[in-house]
């Protein structure tokens, strides 16, 4: 069965420190692919990153950057020097096909990320 | 253009009413989505329309009616809700993968902004 934990449900940091939300899957596939989305209050799931399962090198994109590491089945997501727009709920989710129906996501349940001033 | 909209943004019905949601994407996608969500808890997958062809159900009550009239729009029809339906509806969108495809889920959805729905 594929399956996404995300452990931590809130985390509250003050601005400027950093901070790691984590990200557990379980797949029996051998190439898959996994997501990051924002969900800031306004309710709109802001996509944030696509990575294979192939491409093990760690991304980076400004303030933030992920560590994908296949071996413990991990995809972790860190903000450097967070800001308070940074408050917001974190998915993680894992990309499952259905043969001759459709592709859906599998979402963790979550991490809500408070940056406080 | 990465947008997906939603109408309208909030809905406040009554469990007699008869109500829709709107959903609109010009990215050329032709898959589409319809998400529901709690508070405090991830979206729920409901629909998925690939090709303007119903491809999942998600074992969704009949009052929830799905339509594709075209590529780029979606609808949500609402009927005889019950106050547990009130929720966040999310619409998203991504490029189609035809029937019979094997191999991994890799499109990336793009959601819209959804649609706060308070039954009563």
């Known amino acids: 069965a594929q399956k996404v934990t995300q452990a931590q449900t809130e985390i509250s940091v003050v601005e400027k420190e950093d901070v790691t939300l984590d990200c557990v899957y379980e797949?029996?596939?051998?190439?898959?692919?996994l997501f990051w989305y924002k969900q800031p209050p306004s309710g709109e799931l802001v996509f944030l990153i696509r990575?294979?399962?192939?491409?093990?090198q760690n991304e980076i994109s400004g303030r933030y950057s992920w560590n994908f590491q296949k071996s413990t089945s991990s995809f972790n997501f860190t903000i450097t020097a967070s800001q308070v727009v940074d408050s917001a709920v974190y998915f993680c989710?894992?990309?499952?096909?259905?043969?001759?129906?459709?592709?859906?996501?599998?979402f963790g349940q979550g991490t809500e990320l408070s940056v406080k001033p | 253009d990465t947008e997906v909209t939603q109408t309208p943004k909030h809905l406040v019905m009554g469990m007699t009413n008869k109500k829709s949601l709107k959903c609109e994407q010009h990215?050329?996608?032709?898959?589409m989505y319809w998400y529901k969500q709690k508070a405090k808890k991830p979206p729920e997958l409901m629909f998925v329309?690939?090709?303007?062809?119903?491809?999942i159900n998600e074992s969704v009550p009949s009052r929830f009616s799905p339509e594709c009239p075209n590529s780029s729009l979606l609808n949500l029809h609402l009927h005889a809700l019950q106050p547990e339906d009130s929720a966040l509806y999310l619409c998203?969108?991504?490029?189609?993968?035809?029937?019979?495809?094997?191999?991994?889920?890799?499109?990336?959805?793009?959601f819209g902004p959804g649609t706060r729905l308070l039954v009563l």
């Open positions: 329309y690939s090709y303007e062809k119903l491809s």
């Open positions: 998203a969108s991504s490029q189609g993968e035809r029937a019979g495809t094997s191999g991994r889920f890799r499109k990336t959805q793009y």
């Open positions: 990575r294979n399962s192939f491409d093990e």
């Open positions: 990215m050329g996608h032709r898959a």
């Open positions: 989710a894992l990309g499952k096909m259905i043969y001759n129906q459709g592709g859906k996501l599998i």
């Open positions: 797949t029996r596939d051998t190439t898959y692919y």
